[in-house]
């Protein structure tokens, strides 16, 4: 079955660790992004990608980072700089003319933690 | 910021009540999408409807069904004969700005026996 793969499911990170979260995706889909939930707040884009070897800031970029090697696979990386990491993180694709016309496709998540 | 607002944080209903969720969106642009996702225990996001700008039809699929106007920029989301399966958060979203979707702060739905 198509679909998007998150991994981990949880994740722990200690002070001044870089962690990356893997996304991939099946449903051969150009868009992929990556939005932060947190209580209360819904979700924040962090980043997207539209096409293979480029993507853009979303609005809560500071901290994080990506690449996209791969049309499939869209990592993202929470860096020593991201003071507030704690939150779930979500990744969906969406195929080429993204969200406009197209609905959204998620994964199940990470919920990552700060030791 | 061209925000999507649910004011109702958390609902809880009995089971077999109808209930409706709010959704108030701001926007400048002529042409935009609204969507509606449920999130279940689980976390996965899974998408209820789209529903374009120029078209101010309510629509209804099996127990569920949307009010959209936009004289009042509303796109309320209305679960007829609740079920405990339908507990969940549900997310409002509108397109903007791009390739990019701005979500509500999403309503908790508690249905129960």
């Given at each position: 079955d198509g679909g998007i793969t998150?991994?981990?499911?949880?994740?722990?990170?200690?002070?001044g660790q870089n962690v990356t979260l893997s996304c991939e995706q099946n449903l051969n889909h150009d868009a992929m992004y990556w939005y932060r939930q947190d209580p209360g707040q819904g979700l924040r884009l962090i980043y997207y990608s539209q096409i293979v070897n480029d993507?853009?800031?979303?609005?809560?970029?500071?901290?994080y980072s990506v690449s996209r090697e791969k049309k499939e696979s869209f990592p993202l990386t929470v860096t020593?700089?991201?003071?507030?990491?704690?939150?779930?993180?979500l990744c969906a694709s969406s195929p080429p003319q993204g969200?406009?016309?197209?609905?959204?496709?998620?994964?199940?998540?990470?919920?990552?933690?700060?030791l | 910021a061209q925000k999507v607002t649910q004011a109702q944080t958390e609902i809880s209903v009995v089971e077999k009540e109808d209930v409706t969720l709010d959704c108030v969106y701001e926007t400048r642009d002529t042409t935009y999408y609204l969507f509606w996702y449920k999130q279940p225990p689980s976390g996965e996001l899974v998408f209820l409807i789209r529903r374009n700008s120029f078209d101010e039809q309510n629509e209804i699929s099996g127990?569920?069904?949307?009010?959209?106007?936009?004289?009042?920029?509303?796109?309320?989301?209305?679960?007829?004969?609740?079920?405990?399966?339908?507990?969940?958060?549900?997310?409002?979203?509108?397109?903007?700005g791009g390739n990019k979707l701005t979500f509500g702060t999403g309503t908790q739905l508690k249905v129960e026996l």
């Open positions: 998150q991994s981990p499911k949880y994740l722990f990170r200690k002070e993507f853009q800031k979303g609005d809560i970029a500071e901290g020593s700089a991201q003071k507030n990491p704690t939150a779930f993180y969200p406009t016309n197209e609905k959204l496709f998620f994964g199940s998540g990470t919920q990552l933690s700060v | 127990r569920y069904s949307w009010n959209f106007q936009k004289s009042t920029s509303s796109f309320n989301f209305t679960i007829t004969a609740s079920q405990v399966v339908d507990s969940a958060v549900y997310f409002c979203a509108r397109t903007g």
